[in-house]
């Protein structure tokens, strides 16, 4: 007789974010120009212009309440300057950066859960940008050298250091309210990016 692979139990937060954005994150996916046989140069220049005014702001909102936990690296794992880097790669200039629409309408962030549903999913993007960052390679000829750094921002850590936030995710001390401070801040991300997204008309 097979003994039984050993199953390591989900935590409540995690279930609870799967259940809550699920239906959100595919929403969102399902919009993406990514996959389109009209999407080319032009328009991932201008999906990541949308995509940089919507995480610096957001990365500045996080920075800004100070309320990310004190043992988070919050630093290391910003990416509105990795976008930057990419545009400016692309042949904009710091001005033209600089003149880009930013995103008002942001998820607030007034505690730590709050704080951890936003990380949640700005994280979790780390791990489609690996088969966004293969598809881009392929049929653009864009990778980190000439302006999609963004969608590798990891490189070969990404596997590790998305296990590794879970992980903190997870040790967290949240009970049932937090939790769903939790859920709900992270579901006002999708919801506030895809509304911005459809704002700039990148999104199918």
Request: proline share 5%; charged share 25%.
């Amino acid at each position: 007789m097979q003994a039984k692979a050993h199953e390591v139990p989900v935590p409540p937060v995690l279930q609870d974010l799967r259940a809550g954005t699920a239906k959100l994150h595919v929403s969102l996916e399902k919009k993406l120009p990514f996959f389109s046989d009209r999407f080319d140069t032009n328009a991932f220049q201008r999906l990541m212009q949308a995509y940089y005014g919507f995480y610096l702001p957001l990365e500045n909102a996080l920075l800004d309440a100070a309320v990310t936990p004190a043992d988070f690296d919050l630093a290391s794992r910003l990416k509105a300057p990795t976008l930057r880097e990419d545009l400016l790669t692309m042949g904009l200039s710091a001005e033209d950066i600089e003149g880009l629409p930013i995103c008002q309408s942001l998820p607030v962030i007034s505690d730590r859960p709050t704080c951890l549903g936003v990380l949640y999913v700005l994280e979790g993007a780390t791990l489609g940008g690996q088969i966004l960052r293969r598809e881009m390679a392929s049929r653009l000829e864009l990778n980190a050298d000439n302006g999609a750094a963004f969608l590798d921002i990891y490189g070969a850590e990404t596997g590790r250091r998305w296990r590794n936030f879970i992980d903190y995710l997870s040790s967290r001390p949240l009970d049932t309210v937090e939790r769903k401070a939790v859920v709900m801040t992270a579901r006002a991300t999708f919801s506030c990016f895809e509304r911005w997204l459809e704002s700039r008309e990148v999104l199918i």
